[in-house]
C-alpha cells in the first residue's frame, strides 16, 4: 500500500478529499435524481400544455393521443404512413360501381358536374412521365388522372375524403381496391392486379404525369415579396366592389338549365342557360364570355353591421 493511500484509509477520507459517508450519500442522491429526471421533464411539458391552455380558458383541451392518432393519416409521397393492406380490381369495381360511379361516371368520365377522374392519358404518357393533352387545349375540364403526379395523393384523398357524402368511411382494403379499379380504368393495370403497400411504388413509377410537377411557378417561393398584387386602400376607397362569375360559351347549358339545379333563395341563384349570355363584359367580348347578370337586391339577406 502507497503511503497516501494508506493514509486516505486511515483518516477516512476519499482521493476527491470528501468524508466516505458523504460520499456515499452523494452517489445515493445522484442516481434518486437521475431517477427522478424523466418524471421531472414529463411534469415541464404538462405545465407547458397547462400554460397553452390557460391562454384560452375554458375553451378546449389536449387531444389524447388517440385522437391525435385517428386524425394523423396523412400518406406521403414516399409512402410515410400509408396503411398495410390490399385490394383486387375486380373488388374496386363493385365499391366504384356502388358509392362513385353516380358522382364521377361509370368510366370515371364524369357523367355530370362532379370532378372526371380518368381520360386523356395514353401508354406514351406513363411513359414519358408526361401528358400530352395537358397541352392540346382539347379537353374542357382535365381529368385528375392527367394532373396528379403522385399516386399516395390519391390514396390518400381517397381515404380521407371520398365518397364525398361519407369521407372517412372506405376501410384500408377498400381504399386499395378502388385505387386499383381507378389504375385499372386508366389502363395503367390489368383487370387481375392486386394493389397492396407492397407494389404501390410501381404505379408510381408509371404515373402519366409524374414528372409534371413543378416549384417553378411563383406561388411556391414567393421570394420575399408578395405572392398577390394590389394595393391596401387607406383612403377614397370604393365601398363596395361587384363581383361577377363568368361562364364560357361551351359550358352554356352543357349541364341542362343551372338556374332550375340551384336553390332559388339566397345571393347565388343560378343563371338561366337556356337563354343567351344577357351582358358581354368589355375585356371578354371578342373571347364570346357572357356574365351571369348580378343578383338583384334581396332586402332580406342584408347584412347588418
Ligand atoms: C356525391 C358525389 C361524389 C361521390 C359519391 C364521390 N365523389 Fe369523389 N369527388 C366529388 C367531388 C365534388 C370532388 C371534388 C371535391 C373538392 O374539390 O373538394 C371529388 C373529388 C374526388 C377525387 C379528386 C379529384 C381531383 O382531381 O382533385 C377523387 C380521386 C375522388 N373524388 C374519388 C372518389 C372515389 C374513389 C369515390 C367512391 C369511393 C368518390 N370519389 C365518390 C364527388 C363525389
Known sequence: MSRSAKSDSMSGRSRTGLPATLMVFMVALAALLAALLPSLSLAQTAAVKERKIERYPGIGRIATPAEVKAWDIDVRPDFKGLPAGKGTVAQGQEIWDGRCAMCHGTFGESNEVFTPIVGNTTAKDMERGRVASLNDNKTPQRTTLMKVATVSTLWDYIYRAMPWYAPRSLTVDETYAV?????????????????????????????????????????????????????????????????????????????????????????????????????????????????????????????VR
Not at 361587384?242 to 345571393?267: E, F
Open 179 to 303: 385505387l386499383a379499379y381507378i389504375l385499372n380504368l386508366a389502363e395503367m393495370v390489368s383487370d387481375d392486379f392486386v394493389l397492396g403497400n407492397d407494389n404501390i411504388a410501381s404505379i408510381q413509377a408509371r404515373m402519366p404525369n409524374r414528372n409534371g410537377m413543378t416549384r417553378e411557378h411563383g406561388m411556391w417561393s414567393a421570394k420575399d415579396k408578395p405572392d398577390v398584387q394590389g394595393d391596401s386602400c387607406m383612403n377614397n376607397c370604393k365601398p363596395f366592389i361587384t363581383i361577377g362569375s363568368v361562364l364560357p360559351d361551351y359550358a352554356r347549358d352543357a349541364h341542362g338549365n343551372l338556374a332550375q339545379q340551384n336553390r332559388p333563395w339566397g345571393p347565388y341563384r343560378g343563371v338561366d342557360t337556356t337563354q343567351p349570355p344577357l351582358q358581354l363584359l368589355p375585356a371578354d367580348a371578342q373571347k364570346g364570355l357572357g356574365i351571369a347578370p348580378a343578383v338583384p337586391e334581396n332586402p332580406s339577406m342584408r347584412i
